[in-house]
């Protein structure tokens, strides 16, 4: 018959009260995913603990697909720090270095200026219409850490959507069909 049909078999003999079981099961994985995220929000500082290095713009230091772990303190930012940041208008975060930080000596704010390492110009273009420098609260948080290539599967899953549907159709049907 197959794995097809034995699937298929396997849900046809589901009986209700296993149907609820593994659906709570379901639910509590997600919601284990959730509070595992805001957890490491709390310890982290920072609104995304994570982000996937989507271009080459900071070639050779990180590839595209690597992972960065961030963190966001009250310390000052440095030149030479990676940061992530966010621009106003756009949904997507950046991950570029700072190559130059002007104290304002008045108000002790800070302005920031990056620049990919791959890149041969500042990111002033990159900013709103106007704006020349980043402040603090476009700071999402400094790179203290990467992992190498796994990003891919997030890249792959945005830039393919039907593998993204095909993964959470295959994990559902995996749940659906186990035997406790």
Known sequence: MGWIGE??????????????TQAVTLGMIVT?????????????????PVVVVLSGSMEPGFQRGD?????M???????????????DGRDIPIVHRVIEVHERKTTGK????????????DDI?????????????H??????GFLPYVGWVTII????PIIKYILIGAMGLLVITSKD
């Open 73 to 87: 303190t009250k310390d000052p930012i440095r030149t030479g720090e990676i940061v992530v940041f966010k621009i």
């Open 139 to 144: 700071i999402m948080g400094r790179a203290v």
């Open 157 to 160: 899953m945005t830039e393919k």
């Open 110 to 121: 800070v302005d920031v200026l990056t620049k990919g390492d791959n890149n041969d110009v």
């Open 67 to 71: 992972i960065l772990l961030l963190r």
């Open 32 to 48: 284990s995913a959730l509070i595992i995220w805001k957890a490491m929000m709390c310890v982290t500082g920072t609104e995304s």
């Open 125 to 137: 273009d990159l900013y709103a219409d106007g704006q020349m420098w980043l402040h603090r609260h």
């Open 7 to 20: 699937t298929v078999d396997s849900i046809k003999s589901i009986k209700i009260r296993q149907l609820l």
